[in-house]
């Protein structure tokens, strides 16, 4: 995994532009999965015998979940060949798609209507997700989210459709490629995870971090982040849209 520490850091952008395209993860900062990606991810290298402790653990929290997994492997103490590395992650896709079978994820509470209400403003929504397509687009299903000119999302880029995952900024352009943003000063991009702020540094948009994950205010300035929000829903407000959802 590349570090934050290896990626340029460019100047904090303006933040009182009005952003025409707003990039945001899905689990933790859209998306309510009651934790469950993170846990079945532990699961996945805690059953081929690692031992990885709880700070080691977040730092790969938003990343891509088989390059997670192999670098979990690696800090537990197992070596990933590529075999066991197969292994751990089809028994993950398999438990999550299991688990969100049986409890799908539901959005957080406001997000949908603060999507709506940037949408209304006429700006473009694009999700990024270190999650495989096929768990992304199973999500998005069971949540009525759909992608298109006249639908909630404009883009969704999933960690394995890009070169690199997070902390690289190669989903967020991915996504501005899409949507036809080629200013990354134009580009807000919120997660809740180190890896989302890292990402959205790197990609010079507007960092935002939200605080629906595991991380505290503190440690979300100490990434870095140009602005903190109590939740995606906050957002409309922010950028002067109307309140809270």
Known sequence: MTSAADLPTPPAPDLAALPRLVVLDMAG??????????RVLREAVQREGARVDDTTFQRWMGTEKRAA??????VGGIDPDDELVETAFAWFLAELARTYTEAPPVPLPGVEQALRALRDAG???ALTTGFFRDIADMILGRMGWEVGPDELLDAVVCGDEVPA?????????AAMAITGVEDPAAVLSAGDTAVDIASARAAGAT????????????????????????SVADLPGRLGLGARA
Not at 215 to 229: I, T, Y
């Open 29 to 38: 900062t859209t998306v309510d999965d009651r934790d469950e990606v993170y």
């Open 69 to 74: 997994i192999t670098h979990l492997l690696d």
């Open 165 to 173: 995952g997070r902390p690289a900024p190669d989903m967020i352009r």
């Open 123 to 125: 700006i473009a929504i």
């Open 207 to 230: 960092a935002v971090g939200v605080l629906t994950g595991h991380l505290s205010r503190e440690d979300v300035l100490a990434e870095g982040a140009d602005l903190v929000l109590d």
